[in-house]
């Protein structure tokens, strides 16, 4: 049972990355699953939710507007598409499940991914 994210990189300040989180052993559709990160030197941040029944989202001020949430319940897996990055987005972005989001982050999550590294630079 574990949670396997995709989709991290390099890429230059303003681009664009999607990641992806699926489950292996059973399925996102049951959980609220969202995002957090971790830059060097400071603590983890949450990012962004998507509930587990009506679809809500949820965002952190710092990516309101830039980044989204979405999940494609045929494939059981939960997207982050992130637009006009900046570097201070720069971090290890983990995918993390949980029953309820929290304000703008999974509340308490029952699994967690490995994490990605996504570098935002020129």
Sequence with gaps: VQLVESGG???????????SCAASGFTL???AVGWFRQAPGKERE????ISRRDG?????????????IFRDNTKSTVYLQMNS??????????????????DFAPYEPDYWGQGTQVTVSS
């Design 9 to 19: 990189g390099l890429v230059q300040p303003g681009g664009s990355l999607r990641l």
């Design 46 to 49: 949450g990012v962004s939710c």
């Design 56 to 68: 809500r989202t949820f965002y952190g001020d710092s990516v309101k507007g830039r980044f989204s």
């Design 29 to 31: 559709n049951d959980y």
């Design 85 to 102: 990055l900046k570097p201070e987005d720069t971090a290890v972005y983990y995918c993390a499940a949980a029953v309820y989001c929290g």
